[in-house]
């Protein structure tokens, strides 16, 4: 049997970082939300007692340090189960992007192996397993708009944005979250409205939602990615209700409930980096333990 799963990318529209926890975390506050840029990741049986994880992508690790394995493992441990899986991820996310690929696909792992294995998982189990690989992870478990709070494996949902383009563009570099988080220790932090954005999003007003956007991690990045500051400059002079940086970066996104200004955004933007994309929102997943 084969189980296949999508495996939607996020953006955040708010991050804000509260401060440096204890346990070398950062507590944050963030609303996330995720998008129709989706890797796709299909679990299926294999005769070997083992995990066999296969990537359309060079340069993402196919053993342990695959995000995918780690939570196959993290299930075949807490379930004990002895059934070996292979897992095809079929990668469309930009890697290293602040747009949560590998925590996508773990997540979406998490969701195929409940089904494969018939394990019947409960939502706050998924949680459970997912806050054991990476803090991405649970908000990836059901996607859709939430806050993410704690170290971001809190999930409150929200509801669904307005409808609209999500325009991408990701610089050539990769960044390194540890590396954003630890330098954003030794400068100011700029703090975003986290609370006016949720009643903004209660409110359907696409426009303060626009003016909302904010993200604590972003001037780190920015210094460090000179391209950032460039984009996002393009992009205002392109048009667009709103724009941000994306996680720890580098991608930029821009929002428009204009097909005309997507378009203009994504000819305008095409000549000037590689990897450009415009996409729409995607709904949460109904989760099979909330039809019981
Ligand atoms: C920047 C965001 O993508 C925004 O959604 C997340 O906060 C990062 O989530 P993530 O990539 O899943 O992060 P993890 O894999 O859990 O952690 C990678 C590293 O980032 C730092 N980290 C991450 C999350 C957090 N709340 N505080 C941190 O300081 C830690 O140094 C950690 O070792
Ligand atoms: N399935 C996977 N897909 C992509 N990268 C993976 C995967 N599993 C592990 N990784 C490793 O994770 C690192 C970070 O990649 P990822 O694409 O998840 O970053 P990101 O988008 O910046 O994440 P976030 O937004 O959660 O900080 C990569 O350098 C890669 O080595």
Redesign the pocket.
């Known amino acids: 049997m084969k189980v296949l799963e999508k495996a939607p990318a996020?953006i955040?529209l708010s991050?804000d970082v509260l401060g440096k926890r204890s346990d070398?975390?950062?507590e944050?506050k963030?609303v996330?939300t995720s998008i129709d840029l989706a890797d796709r990741v299909e679990c299926g049986d294999l005769s070997e007692n083992r995990i066999l994880v296969r990537t359309s992508a060079p340069y993402v690790p196919e053993d342990e340090r695959n995000f995918a394995y780690q939570a196959a493992q993290c299930i075949r441990e807490t379930y004990r189960i002895n059934r070996g899986v292979e897992i095809m991820i079929k990668k469309n996310i930009p890697v290293a992007a602040?747009l949560?690929g590998g925590?996508t696909d773990a997540a979406a792992t998490i969701r195929a192996l409940d089904k494969l294995w018939g394990i019947g998982m409960s939502y706050e189990e998924m949680l459970e397993i997912a806050a054991k690989i990476?803090?991405?992870?649970a908000f990836c478990i059901k996607g859709g708009t939430a806050l993410?709070t704690g170290?971001?494996e809190k999930i409150t949902p929200l509801p669904s944005l307005p409808p609209c383009w999500v325009v991408l563009v990701k610089p050539t570099v990769s960044i390194s979250?540890?590396q954003i988080?630890?330098e954003l220790d030794s400068q100011p932090i700029m703090h975003p409205d986290v609370e006016a954005m949720m009643r903004a999003i209660e409110e359907e007003d696409f426009q303060t939602i626009c003016r909302l956007l904010g993200n604590s991690?972003e001037s780190v990045t920015m210094k460090k990615v000179a391209d950032i500051a460039k984009i996002k400059e393009q992009m205002k002079g392109i048009g667009a209700e709103g724009i941000l940086m994306s996680?720890?970066g580098p991608t930029v996104f821009a929002l428009t409930q204009h097909e005309s200004r997507m378009q203009r955004l994504m000819n305008g933007m095409r000549g000037y980096c590689s990897q450009v994309f415009a996409v729409r929102l995607c709904k949460p997943f109904p989760l099979l333990s909330e039809h019981e």
């Open positions: 996020k955040n991050l070398g975390y950062h944050v963030m996330m602040g949560a925590s990476g803090s991405d992870v993410a170290r971001g979250t540890a988080y630890k991690l996680g720890s």
